[in-house]
């Protein structure tokens, strides 16, 4: 059993027209300039689903819905144990403004071996192409 905190952290997982959304982290941001599905920490009394709203209101200004929230996956740091939950979400509104991030691209999922993702994300990301790829067969 490890000592470690854990935290509790949530990303949407953003799909138009065959295309996933992805952002890249800041400069400043821990882990910087790597690629992720936008997201953040749920906040005490939070449910993941409020929590991955609010985060992309504050970080990104658009309005999301949520279609459905997938197994959570845990992923080792140095300092801590990140439990990521992704969501499926459509943009239902907002004007899309990067607050935190440097950038952002609808990427392909033949295409996410050309970013740099942060460790916590690989799993998301090896999740779609495995789906995507038996979706296409």
Request: glycine content about 6%; aromatic content about 10%.
């Amino acid at each position: 059993m490890s000592d470690l905190p854990t935290i509790a952290v949530v990303c949407a997982v953003i799909k138009q027209q065959e295309k996933y959304f992805i952002a890249q982290r800041s400069a400043r941001m821990k882990m910087p300039l790597k690629w992720e599905f936008p997201g953040g920490k749920v906040e005490n009394g939070e449910t993941n689903v409020q929590a991955i709203v609010r985060e992309l209101k504050e970080e990104l200004d658009i309005d999301i819905d949520v279609i459905e929230e997938h197994p959570y996956y845990l992923h080792n740091y140095p300092n801590f144990i990140l439990k990521l939950t992704p969501l499926e979400a459509i943009i239902k509104g907002g004007n899309l403004t990067l607050k935190e991030h440097a950038n952002y691209k609808w990427v392909a999922p033949e295409d996410f071996i050309n970013y740099d993702f942060s460790e916590g994300d690989i799993n998301i990301v090896k999740a779609i192409c495995k789906r995507d790829r038996g979706n296409a067969a």
